[in-house]
């Protein structure tokens, strides 16, 4: 079935710990982006990338990294997570000219 | 900072009836607009985009948009239970110095039917 799948589902992390979340879609789509979804705060954009080799900084960016090897992959890495990077992370995809498609998301838990 | 602004809530309507669901946004530069339906713990998921100004029906969603007045809105005819969930508005907007767009999301309207 074609669409965007994450991994893991859902992660506790220790304070400091390096965490990559991953993020995988098969619609062949160029443009790529992960969010993160707050309570009373709406999805907000960390990262986006056009296309592969090239990846671009949303509004909330500090503490997260991305790369865009491929068209297929596009993961997110927390180098040193923190508390506040507790949250609900959310992949999705786009051919660019319309809809954003999510993924199922990743919750984190940050300790 | 580009702002979307979505009736509170959370609003509570009787089955059948009409649940009318308001945005503003900011950024006269928003190419086209979309609503997300989200169920809790769930993802995001498009039930509507419109990019013109005027009505779009789509069997009983109904968005209306006036880019003049910046306002964006989501009809629910004859609403159902199945229709309690959060609802997301979301303009486009083209990211500089490329051809493709981001989205920028409001809060959310939290919508509940009532049978």
């Given at each position: 079935?074609?669409?965007?799948?994450q991994?893991?589902?859902?992660?506790?992390?220790?304070?400091?710990?390096r965490?990559?979340l991953r993020?995988?879609?098969?619609m062949r789509?160029?443009?790529?982006?992960?969010?993160?979804?707050?309570?009373?705060?709406?999805?907000r954009l960390i990262?986006?990338s056009?296309t592969?080799?090239?990846?671009?900084?949303?509004?909330?960016p500090?503490?997260?990294?991305?790369?865009?090897?491929?068209?297929?992959?596009?993961?997110?890495?927390?180098?040193?997570?923190?508390p506040?990077?507790?949250s609900v992370?959310?992949?999705?995809?786009?051919?660019?000219?319309?809809?954003?498609y999510?993924g199922?998301?990743?919750?984190?838990?940050?300790? | 900072?580009?702002?979307?602004e979505?009736?509170?809530?959370p609003?509570?309507?009787?089955?059948?009836?009409i649940?009318?669901?308001?945005?503003?946004?900011?950024?006269r530069?928003?190419?086209?607009f979309?609503?997300y339906?989200q169920?809790?713990?769930?993802?995001p998921?498009l039930?509507?985009?419109?990019?013109?100004n005027g009505?779009?029906?789509?069997?009983?969603?109904?968005?209306?948009?006036n880019?003049a007045?910046q306002?964006?809105s989501?009809?629910?005819r004859?609403?159902?239970?199945?229709?309690?969930?959060t609802?997301?508005?979301?303009?486009?907007?083209?990211?500089?110095?490329?051809?493709?767009?981001?989205?920028?999301?409001?809060?959310?309207t939290?919508l509940?039917?009532?049978?």
């Amino acid at each position: 079935i074609a669409g965007i799948t994450q991994a893991p589902t859902s992660q506790i992390l220790a304070a400091g710990r390096r965490m990559t979340l991953r993020c995988t879609q098969d619609m062949r789509h160029n443009a790529m982006y992960w969010y993160r979804q707050d309570l009373g705060l709406g999805l907000r954009l960390i990262h986006y990338s056009n296309t592969a080799g090239t990846t671009g900084k949303g509004e909330v960016p500090d503490g997260y990294s991305v790369s865009r090897a491929n068209t297929d992959d596009f993961p997110l890495t927390l180098a040193s997570a923190v508390p506040s990077q507790t949250s609900v992370y959310f992949c999705a995809s786009s051919d660019g000219a319309s809809t954003q498609y999510f993924g199922p998301g990743t919750r984190l838990t940050v300790l | 900072q580009k702002e979307v602004e979505q009736n509170s809530g959370p609003l509570s309507v009787p089955e059948g009836a009409i649940a009318s669901l308001n945005c503003t946004y900011s950024d006269r530069g928003s190419q086209s607009f979309f609503w997300y339906r989200q169920y809790s713990g769930k993802s995001p998921e498009l039930i509507m985009s419109i990019y013109s100004n005027g009505d779009k029906e789509d069997g009983r969603f109904t968005a209306q948009l006036n880019k003049a007045s910046q306002y964006v809105s989501l009809l629910i005819r004859d609403s159902q239970p199945s229709d309690s969930a959060t609802y997301l508005c979301a303009p486009r907007v083209r990211l500089r110095g490329s051809t493709l767009g981001r989205l920028y999301f409001g809060r959310g309207t939290q919508l509940t039917v009532w049978p």
